[in-house]
Nanobody, 125 residues
């Protein structure tokens, strides 16, 4: 089992920044890939960014490129998502996810085995 706990969400104005954190516990040594997804009201849960815990370049959705940065701290078993230049359309619940099977970043939510409870990000105009 792997437990994921997100934090760092909140209310911010357009153009502002937030840093989300995802702390993992349990069988973290079995996690190959971690990612962030987001889900706005009435919409699907979409991939935002992901990385391999062993290293390599992160992968971003087009909506995140140039504004969001995913990073990890293996010593703390924590993955971060820095959100910059936020827009109202970034408003969503942001979820952290962990994959135990796929060694590459996968954008499909079905590939991920564990999920956090989510953290709300609201961007006001």
């Amino acid at each position: 089992q792997v437990q994921l706990v997100e934090s760092g969400g909140g209310l911010v104005q357009t153009g502002g920044s937030l840093r989300l954190s995802c702390a993992a516990s349990g069988r973290t040594f079995s996690v190959y890939t971690m990612a962030w997804f987001r889900q706005a009201p009435g919409k699907e849960r979409d991939f935002v960014a992901g990385l391999r815990m062993s290293g390599g370049s992160p992968y971003y959705a087009d909506s995140a490129k140039g504004r969001f940065t995913i990073s990890r701290d293996n010593a703390k078993n924590t993955v971060y998502l820095q959100l910059n230049s936020l827009k109202p359309e970034d408003t969503a619940v942001y979820y952290c996810a962990a994959a135990l099977t796929y060694r590459l970043v996968v954008v499909t939510k079905g590939a991920y085995d564990y999920w956090g409870q989510g953290t709300q990000v609201t961007v006001s105009s």
